[in-house]
């Protein structure tokens, strides 16, 4: 009788959670997004530094009463194969484009093209941050939207969007959170939330 009891509680007790994952290239400023979502949401201090990741970093915040499992997967190019590893069990997906890097923004597109069509991520909803908008060798908005339109058929089956930050200074941040929180749960019916204590 216990037994029952004790798994009549949890199921009535736990709540959805949506595992978010954070890619990009190395440098692009995954990790001081994540420390930026901590701390706008999560109540933590900014870290005055931060340092590459090599494997992951995971966070649980609540953005608008939805629960969000960060996930800040390592950019480096011998870590990218670890990627694949998390495709299958993230509700959805942030895309970090470092948007000072003129020089790798074909091998940004290249990855986020290679995202966009494997089968583990269909459906689920992308966001691309244009990072480092608080530089003044940031390209524009506009700009980035305009390089990055080969992307767009590849993203036409799902919902996505592409919005201008700075990890650093936390503009843009909230409403990426809001936007990728939002769109993790409109998206439940095709990908079911994680149920948690």
Request: charged share 25%; proline share 3%.
């Amino acid at each position: 009788m216990y037994h029952l009891a004790k798994s009549v509680y949890l199921n009535l007790t736990r709540t959805d959670e949506y595992t978010i994952l954070i890619l990009g290239l190395d440098n692009a400023g995954k990790t001081t997004l994540l420390e930026r979502i901590k701390s706008d949401f999560g109540g933590s201090r900014m870290p005055s530094a931060t340092v590459p990741t090599i494997g992951q970093n995971v966070a649980k915040v609540t953005v608008d009463g939805v629960k969000l499992k960060l996930r800040d997967v390592g950019g480096q190019e011998a870590l990218r194969s670890m990627w694949i590893n998390h495709y299958a069990t993230c509700h959805g997906m942030v895309f970090v484009v470092d948007s000072t890097d003129q020089e790798r923004i074909q091998e940004c597109i290249n990855e986020l093209i290679s995202i966009a069509d494997h089968e583990d991520l269909e459906g689920v909803p992308i966001l691309m941050l244009a990072n480092k908008q608080d530089l003044d060798s940031s390209l524009e908005i506009e700009q980035i939207k305009e390089i990055f339109n080969p992307v767009a058929a590849h993203l036409s089956a799902r919902d996505s969007r592409v919005l201008p930050i700075s990890a650093l200074t936390g503009e843009g941040v909230t409403g990426a959170a809001q936007w990728i929180a939002t769109r993790a749960v409109r998206n439940r019916e095709y990908r079911l939330p994680n149920r948690v204590n």
